[in-house]
């Protein structure tokens, strides 16, 4: 649904008179992009990362574990992540947007290994070249959760947990250390839980339109469960009447 808002009747004739078109400005609402995002983010780092942990697994996991997080985890994230740029939600936007190429590569690469075409390496976590993905994601990742405790601690929590448990699984591939690959994804498996917690706190405000699941946001009000929620943040400056974030 767009919203569009006409200048007064006096602007629009003074315009008309001096051979301009009068500007408008056009609402676009859209839910909160970050819902699908995190729980696509949730639901793959969950089932690969409880795979790194050891949890569960065989040698014919990858042919199973692919197409989960290549779509659930890259295409739903990448997806949200260009909503969120329609929100005009930076973090949003950075966060989904390179997790969701992530595990769009990570799932290609897991199926080229399952179908033979790339060789995997042996034991399976000898890999610098993973080591180097996971070292980037890790640098990327911290960079964006500065920027996102300024929204909330609950999205800090996610990105701070996601940096830590892409740290070990680069020092992991890197040095051929299992005892990290394993401390990693059960860090991973944290940072799947708190993400579910922040969409389902988002699901229920959205539904509400009360706080219900608090968010660790700044603003008053906005972490008072059965309060109603915040508006998100408005810059007249910029853009009048144009709301930005999720």
Known sequence: MS?????PEADVTRWANDGFAPPRVTLSPVAAPSILGLYGFAGAT????ANLAGWY??????????????????????????????????????????????????????LLEATGVAKAPTPWYDSSSLAYWFFALAIITGGIMFGALFESIGTATV??????????LAIG????????????????VASAGVAWYVATALVLAGASSRTILPLGEWRRQANKPGAHTVGAIELP??????????
């Open 159 to 168: 990105l701070l947990l996601l940096t830590v448990g892409s740290a070990f």
């Open 57 to 110: 697994g065989s040698p014919t996991s990858p042919l199973t574990l692919w197409p989960f997080a290549a779509m659930v985890g890259g295409l739903a994230q990448l997806l949200a992540g260009m909503w969120a740029y329609k929100a005009r939600d930076g973090v949003a936007t950075a966060a989904h947007g390179i997790w969701g190429t992530f595990w769009l590569a990570y799932g290609i690469l897991w």
């Open 237 to 246: 400056w910029a853009e009048p009447g144009i709301r930005h974030g999720q």
């Open 173 to 188: 591939f890197g040095f051929a250390t299992h005892t990290w690959i394993t401390a990693g994804g059960w860090v991973l």
């Open 3 to 7: 919203v569009t808002s006409a200048p």
């Open 46 to 49: 969950f089932m690969v990362a």
